[in-house]
């Protein structure tokens, strides 16, 4: 049997993504794509699994996870995404759009998700619709670009890849200065010794003993389930499971008499989720104040001092000009810039970057990556940047590795 076509289309954040993954599978199929005339195809994406998820919650249904006691929300990212394909697959579908596919996946489970697609690939038609060039399967015959709703077909792989590589010149402005420094009592700002943590008689967390010092640059890594979550929690104070624990968050013992609120004015902390999920309306100006005060959106009068700097960090964003629009206008990679110079007005002892570029394109991954990098460079400020991707182009001094064991993860530092 001859390989069948597969196809890869590369969008970016402006890309009207939606419209097209309906056009794939209910019809007028765009031009390029008449192989897929009467085909039935079929949805592999984030937005299938919450579909299958809201389903199990509102109905106690279970659709894609018949043959497990455990609920879809329950499962990591790579344990819903194999839930998903297998039940695509007992479909026998002509062909799989594949939206995002390696998406919040570890190293490891993108790596044997890949296999077991390049696996199907020789008997389905793969449809790729994917923001970075590195998840396009080596398979692919027939390559396409999405922009504001248009595909723009390309004749070869060689032609496709050049026009599409990514180049960023950065940031020329200088980071704006703090209104006043915030004061901590050590230089160690995070001091894990043997902390072990366990939910359900089940350990996540196996003698974990790392140390955070100011001014240091960490990336966190480890698969999915490997217990990321649960560390950062303790250090926000989102998680009880600190008490008890040899474990000083800014010179202090946990449990020694901490606010959580005197703990959270020391970080900075942003997450793809906080913006996922807002549905407020604020200017984009207000946003970035709201940063002084702790609360997404502003709520209070700001002062003249507080508008000055955020004007500043909007310039050294190239945003000035959206200083007055609402925030729920700008685009995905221009909302992650402004809410990291949000955590960041304050110039926090630790930033914590929690899977930051997840569903970002090459070229805003790229910019933000060089924000984060020059927020290192050119602050005090302790950076601990989570994620699944090796990110091309940062610059962290140190990795610090969860390694899942019968006994729980056990952390080393690279």
């Known amino acids: 049997m001859d390989q069948p076509k597969n196809y890869a289309v590369l969008t970016n954040n402006t890309s009207k993504t939606k419209n097209l993954v309906h056009s794939l599978l209910s019809g007028p199929l765009p031009q390029r794509f008449e192989a ?66 390696f998406d919040n996946l570890d190293v490891a489970t993108q790596a044997n998700l890949k296999e077991q697609l390049l696996t199907i690939s020789k008997t389905t038609v793969l449809v790729q619709v994917v923001s970075r060039l590195e998840d396009i399967l080596p398979i692919t015959s027939n390559y396409f670009k999405l922009e504001n709703g248009s595909l723009k077909s390309y004749p070869d792989s060689d032609s496709f890849f050049k026009a599409n590589q990514t180049t960023t010149l950065g940031f020329q402005l200088p980071i ?68 008890g624990k040899d474990l000083t968050l800014f010179g202090q ?29 604020h200017s984009v100006e207000n946003m970035l104040v709201s940063g002084f005060h702790d609360s997404v ?34 685009t995905q990679g221009q909302k992650r810039l402004v809410m990291t110079a949000r955590a960041m007005v304050k110039h926090p002892p630790l930033l914590i970057l929690d899977e930051p570029t997840a569903g970002l394109d090459d070229a805003n991954a790229a910019l933000f990556i ?20 090796k990110e091309v182009g940062l610059e962290p001094q140190f990795d610090y590795i969860l390694e899942m064991g019968e006994s729980g993860s056990k952390g080393t530092v690279k």
């Open 176 to 243: 704006p200065p703090p209104i006043q420094d915030i004061d901590v009592e050590s230089d160690a700002l995070v001091v894990f010794k043997n902390v072990s943590v366990s939910f359900d008689g089940r350990q996540v967390l196996n003698n974990i003993s790392w140390t955070i010092k100011q001014g240091e640059f960490w990336q966190l890594i480890g698969p999915n389930g490997s217990g990321k979550t649960t560390l950062l929690s303790m250090v926000t104070g989102d998680s009880h499971k600190g008490y």
């Open 36 to 101: 897929l005339e009467n085909k039935v195809g079929l949805l592999f994406s984030r937005s299938e699994i919450h579909r299958f998820m809201n389903e199990e919650e509102r109905h106690d249904v279970k659709i894609i996870t018949q043959d497990t006691q455990q609920s879809l929300k329950t499962m990591s990212s790579g344990e819903q995404k194999k839930a998903l394909l297998r039940h695509l697959l007992s479909q026998s579908p002509d062909f799989l759009v594949l939206v995002n596919p």
């Open 297 to 330: 959106g502003l709520y209070i009068r700001p002062s003249d001092h507080e508008k000055r700097v955020a004007k500043e960090w909007l310039k050294l964003l190239e945003l000035e000009h959206k200083k007055d629009i609402q925030f729920l206008e700008l």
């Open 253 to 281: 013992k946990k449990g020694s008499g901490e606010s959580v609120w005197d703990l959270k004015s020391k970080i900075g902390y942003f997450t793809p989720a906080m913006t996922d999920k807002f549905n407020g309306y």
């Open 370 to 389: 060089a924000l984060v990098n020059k927020i290192s460079n050119e602050s005090n400020t302790t950076i601990v940047f989570v994620s699944h991707r």
